[in-house]
């Protein structure tokens, strides 16, 4: 299974992909979980410890591994370099691993858009797309915020995305445009979780705006405490951890009967 999750800044994908990430591996699953976000903070989410997460290096500022995977020259952007670089090596030798979750930090490409064309792009989109097609793990990717990911491509051939939404119009204006361009690559199957959710109003907020949801997630003081101090909200939010398993479980069965 191949997972993305996305939404506007600040809804809480990072909360939710963490969890999701959390209860595949407690299920003795392979997991890999992909920070593609530029603010990087799926390692806390995870729970890692900040000494290993200091150890990581963002795939992206690998200058030496990308001139060796590219042939391309540092601080250039030339137009010859490898378009198929070697990548199935990376997730296993450059990601970190706890609980039972691989974590691999992707970084930020420096110049974003669909029209980028630079050796730093051609190996973050080469390991992207081994991670979606090649790789036999569960992987969870925690996407930048707002839609730039799908305009590069780096979200192909996922199986599934994961919209997390909160009760304001903005963020049910991000899942649209989300919705269509998944459906513009391929992508089918693309689903709705609320966040941030203290009634049955927001509820009731949420699915007139963007349709039925999967599931919702609570607005709960401890995710804001678990977030104050680096903690994982897998294991200071019990509530929010029932909540994101039942949104699997309705994705199970969702997947069962298509």
């Not at 150890?55 to 137009?79: A, F, V």
């Not at 915020?145 to 051939?157: D, M, V």
Request: proline share 3%.
């Amino acid at each position: 299974m191949k997972i993305a999750v996305t939404g506007k800044g600040g809804v809480g994908k990072t909360t939710f992909a963490a969890i999701l990430s959390r209860l595949y591996a407690d299920d003795g699953y392979k997991v890999m979980a992909v920070d593609v976000d530029p603010d990087a903070n799926l390692g806390l989410g995870l729970g890692f410890p900040e000494s290993l997460l200091k150890e990581i290096t963002p795939i992206s500022e690998m200058k030496d591994l990308i001139q060796e995977r590219t042939n391309s020259k540092p601080g250039t952007y030339s137009t010859m370099f490898k378009l198929n670089p070697k990548v199935d090596d990376i997730p296993d030798q450059y990601s970190v691993q706890y609980y039972g979750v691989k974590l691999l930090t992707m970084g930020t490409v420096d110049t974003g858009g669909s029209g980028c064309f630079c050796a730093q792009n051609t190996l973050v989109k080469r390991l992207m797309s081994h991670l979606i097609l090649d790789n036999e793990d569960v992987v969870i990717m925690d996407m930048e915020a707002g839609l730039e990911h799908i305009g590069r491509g780096t979200a192909e051939n996922v199986d599934v995305f994961f919209v997390v939404v909160e009760p304001g119009i903005r963020s049910i204006q991000t899942f649209h445009q989300v919705k269509k361009l998944a459906e513009d690559i391929g992508v089918a199957n693309v689903y709705v979780v609320g966040n941030k959710v203290k009634n049955d109003a927001d509820k009731e907020f949420i699915e007139s705006h963007a349709g039925e949801c999967l599931g919702f997630m609570s607005y709960l003081e401890e995710i804001k405490e678990s977030d104050r101090y680096g903690s994982s909200p897998y294991d200071l939010c019990k509530k929010t951890v029932e909540e994101v398993a039942e949104v699997r479980r309705r994705f199970v069965l969702q997947t069962k009967s298509s």
